[in-house]
């Protein structure tokens, strides 16, 4: 359980010396619970309170690092839901290979985990993990394709088998790449773990419900190793999304450590449409990691598109730098677009003047992230705005055209535009992206 303000200010020195920054140890402690200052702020906390206060600001959901430099991290999220706060880590998308695939089948496949990019809104989107599954009792195939799929594609490794020898034996074959290894049941879990330890792997538990989920991460955390993750072995989609959705609440709402791990959803279906359901329901309830049966282009296109939405952070959109972009091959005497720093914005508002083939100049001022009409309503879009940051480019000296069009959605600022901008002309653009080609072609052409 969370402590409060009261608990904690017992566990403090009480002498209200303000040296941590507030006026009393109460003050400082009510900040604690709040999450609002660090423990290390009191220089005079003890080695109890440090050890309580510790165990207490741990997030619900432990964090996991993986990959040799450490780039891939799990978990360590503090709410249920996206808008009361933000998720933390995104859901880890992993690619599967089997050892009896074929050697063209296999060799495509970690070729494309390797350099599979996809560009979004000025976010590089890659693969995170391989997984590697060990389908018959060939331990030697599955433990060399292992080796192949990290020397090749330099990911962490989702292992699986259902041989916890063959598991020891891929896991030292790859120490040091900071995989996963998934123990069919609590028995190879609790047999594993050492393993794990000794090569630097994170262990997942599979267990066929939450008690006995319960069971084995407690045991195994009693013994000492505590990067776990959490495999529940379900059989449906509404069973997936309930077990999740139960043991993400007990986390985090209960502080039930044994329930909290970040957890992997393996999709075993060859059906497309049911891999795309169960992925979508691993992304938005509380995946760790989600492995794919295969390597489906369209499919990650489309799973990207939708994690990238789930987890940015909607108190901080993303943005494109403020600066004056040139758009195809424009000279000075090219027009001029004005827009918001927005990425979604910039770039649909880019994309749609490169497609109607002309070249300009795309002004993109400070907007603090946000889309035209709320930046207008915060008054960071406005005429008086927009003329200060042409000037403070130079935006006169940069282009000899004295045309600048402004989004349909604010027209209204297209007076005091001009009369902040002498010698321009404001045009006002479409209200829509879309119909910017057929603007451009009525208007500019
Ligand atoms: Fe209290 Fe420590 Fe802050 Fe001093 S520094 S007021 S002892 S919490």
């Not at 402590?3 to 604690?32: D, R, V, Y």
């Not at 000025?122 to 018959?136: F, N, P």
Request: include cysteine; hydrophobic fraction near 40%.
């Amino acid at each position: 359980m969370a402590l409060t303000g009261l608990k904690i200010q017992k566990l403090l020195p009480k002498t209200n010396c303000k040296e941590c920054g507030s006026n009393t140890c109460l003050a400082f402690a009510m900040k604690l619970a709040a999450q609002k200052a660090q423990l290390s702020d009191c220089p005079y906390a003890s080695d109890e309170a440090k050890q309580i206060l510790g165990a207490a600001s741990e997030p619900p959901v432990k964090g996991i690092v993986l990959g040799a430099e450490g780039s891939l991290k799990l978990g360590e999220e503090t709410v249920f839901y996206r808008h009361e706060k933000t998720f933390v880590n995104q859901t880890a998308l992993a690619v599967n290979v089997n050892n009896t695939d074929s050697s063209e089948c296999i060799d495509a496949t970690l070729d494309h985990i390797k350099n599979y990019l996809l560009e979004r809104v000025g976010e590089e989107l890659r693969i995170d993990l391989a997984a590697v599954t060990q389908k018959d009792n060939d331990a030697e195939s599955f433990v060399a394709l292992a080796r192949k799929a990290s020397e090749t594609t330099g990911r962490p490794l989702v292992l699986r088998s259902h041989d916890p020898k063959a598991l020891a034996e891929a896991a030292a074959a790859v120490k040091g790449s900071r995989s996963v290894i998934v123990a069919p049941n609590p028995d190879a879990a609790s047999e594993l773990w050492p393993v794990a330890g000794e090569n630097g792997h994170a262990l997942a538990v599979t267990a066929k419900d939450m008690d006995e989920m319960v069971a084995a991460t407690s045991c195994i955390k009693e013994a000492g190793f505590n990067e776990l993750i959490m495999s529940f072995g379900t059989h449906s989609l509404a069973e997936q999304f309930q077990t999740n959705s139960i043991a993400r609440r007990h986390a985090l709402k209960d502080r039930y450590k044994p329930l909290g791990y970040p957890s992997l959803h393996f999709i075993d279906t060859e059906d497309e449409m049911d891999a795309m359901a169960e992925a979508v329901n691993a992304i938005t309830k509380f995946g760790g990691i989600c492995v794919l049966p295969a390597f489906d282009a369209a499919m990650l296109s489309a799973l990207m598109t939708l994690r990238l939405n789930i987890y940015t952070d909607p108190q901080k959109p993303i943005q494109v730098e403020p600066k004056l972009y040139p758009l195809g091959d424009p000279t000075p005497e090219s027009p001029v677009f004005v827009t918001t720093n927005f990425s979604l914005t910039y770039f649909i508002v880019s994309g749609e003047i490169e497609n109607s083939g002309i070249s300009a100049w795309l002004a993109i001022p400070e907007c603090e992230g946000m889309s035209v009409l709320t930046a207008w309503a915060a008054g960071k879009f406005s005429g008086s705005s927009i003329a200060k940051f042409c000037k403070d480019i130079s935006l006169d000296e940069q282009v000899k055209s004295r045309q600048i069009v402004i989004p349909g959605y604010v027209a209204q600022i297209s007076g005091e535009l001009e009369e902040s901008m002498p010698g321009w002309e404001v045009l006002v653009g479409p209200q829509e992206s879309a119909d910017l080609e057929s603007f451009i072609k009525a208007r500019l052409s």
